[in-house]
């Protein structure tokens, strides 16, 4: 059994070597930034230390990436080419640093966290709404992200956690006695559930009034478990490669296409750390905030019977909510898809033994691509239809995607359509065709679905679940 399973490591980290360790490494994959934040970094006690310390990381990115990458039309889509058209630093707004909207008199606060290989950008949309309905919303940019992909190397769950802990604390003296919630997407959910354990628990204040979780990370990829095996093998001369899962162009300016290997670690760890607390949970227990979960039926990195069986039917009953967003039945033929969710959006939708509520945002009917809202209460079987005037699938899309729902369809970089400005970068909908290996951009990669049509339904939503919470 044992020699059986060295085999299979010993396949996995060959696999692994072969398709990075042949890939050429730039600056950005290996300079390391040794201003990033660290949980044992005595010298940040405060939101203010850490900002300032933030400040200090990008101009060390400056100094040791920028510097190092030449520019002209032949760098025109490289990230760290100083004015190319993806360099984030060209735009009005540098969407990878942590954001802060303030209020004179704010109804409550909002911390925002991004996932991981991600930016504060993937939110900046609803906080900018949620600004506007008078919270005082911060949208933190996590250690080792919105610089270079090489950050994700070296961040640790407890760097994440700590960042996480100074902006609460900051959002909690900013708003005073208003309500604080947190809305968390992908790896950011998973910080925003430890927060709530911990806050449960006594070890940090104060209770969220509610929690939003965008795609959110539980349970993720049994793969994931290797990372740690893979990333200490990285260290072994010769296996360096080992240190990245992919290496691809940088071309987008507010998300990291290279993904360390260290880095699907720390998510396995933290998911690991949030399955295992939420099982282990009685109810003698304080209960855990309302938890409001928006999710597509098909997701490359959590699937649904997660979020059902693993978190919310845990939970206290009646106090939680699902909304999922289900394929576009009318496009996808069930015999050409690997998986087809529909059984088990079926099986929920009549399943009153439910302890949360659910909403489908789905196909009226299999013949049409109009889409309405399904909802049920806890504990019944009675299904409402909920108009949702005007939304309908686009005609080339058949699902959402774990990246999709937090973009709305007029996002300037991810959106469905160009903006009218030709240089403006674009990548909701590149349009490539041409023959297979030409392309250093992968087929999977063009493929993903990278906006919410539906946006509009999550945003509505979430803007409600904060209002009952406050």
């Not at 309302?290 to 990195?301: F, G, Q, R, Y």
Request: hydrophobic share 40%; with cysteine; proline share 6%.
């Amino acid at each position: 059994m044992i020699r059986t399973a060295s085999i299979i490591l010993i396949a996995a980290a060959v696999g692994s070597l072969s398709s990075c360790s042949g890939q050429q490494l730039s600056p950005w994959h290996t300079e390391r930034l040794s201003e990033e934040f660290v949980a044992d970094n005595d010298d940040v006690q405060s939101f203010s230390d850490y900002l300032a310390l933030e400040e200090r990381v990008f101009a060390e990115l400056q100094e040791k990436v920028y510097s190092q990458v030449p520019t002209g039309p032949e760098y025109g889509l490289v990230r760290y080419s100083a004015g190319s058209a993806a360099d984030p630093q060209a735009y009005d707004t540098d969407w990878n640093r942590t954001f802060e909207f303030s209020h004179d008199a704010p109804r409550g606060g909002v911390l925002l966290l991004h996932g991981m290989s991600d930016s504060p950008y993937s939110l900046h949309t609803i906080g900018e709404t949620l600004a506007e309905q008078g919270y005082w919303v911060i949208g933190l940019r996590a250690p080792g992200h919105g610089t270079a992909p090489s950050g994700l190397k070296y961040v640790k769950p407890a760097d994440l956690t700590a960042a996480t802990r100074l902006a609460m604390a900051h959002l909690s003296e900013a708003v005073g006695d208003q309500p604080l919630h947190i809305i968390g997407y992908s790896t950011g959910a998973s910080l925003a559930l430890g927060f709530a354990l911990d806050a449960a628990e006594g070890t940090v204040a104060p209770m969220p009034a509610s929690l939003v979780l965008v795609s959110p990370a539980i349970r993720v990829h049994a793969a994931a478990s290797l990372a740690s095996f893979k990333r200490g093998a990285s260290s072994v001369p010769g296996l360096s490669g080992m240190a990245w899962l992919s290496v691809m162009p940088e071309f987008d300016p507010y998300k990291y296409n290279s993904f360390a290997t260290n880095a699907a670690d720390v998510v396995h760890q933290l998911t690991r750390a949030v399955d295992r607390r939420i099982a282990a949970r009685s109810e003698n227990d304080p209960p855990l905030p309302p938890i409001l979960a928006l999710k597509s039926t098909v997701d490359a990195t959590v699937t649904t019977a997660a979020i059902v069986d693993n978190l919310l039917s845990l939970l206290t009953p009646k106090r939680h909510e699902l909304v999922l967003f289900d394929i576009n039945r009318y496009a996808a033929k069930a015999s050409l898809l690997t998986e087809n969710p529909a059984p088990l959006t079926d099986r929920l939708l009549g399943d009153d033994s439910l302890s949360f509520a659910l909403t489908v945002v789905m196909n009226r009917d299999n013949q049409t691509r109009d889409v309405v809202a399904r909802h049920k209460e806890a504990y019944s079987g009675v299904v409402t239809d909920l108009e949702l005037a005007g939304l309908a699938w686009p005609n080339d899309v058949f699902s959402l995607s774990h990246v999709a729902l937090p973009f709305a369809p007029d996002d300037a970089l991810y959106g469905s359509d160009p903006p009218a400005n030709d240089n403006t970068l674009h990548l909701g909908d590149i349009p490539l065709r041409g023959e297979r290996d030409m392309n250093r951009i992968s087929g999977e990669w063009l493929l993903r679905m990278r906006y919410n049509p539906f946006y509009e339904v999550l945003e509505s939503r979430v803007l409600e679940w904060l209002e009952s919470a406050n």
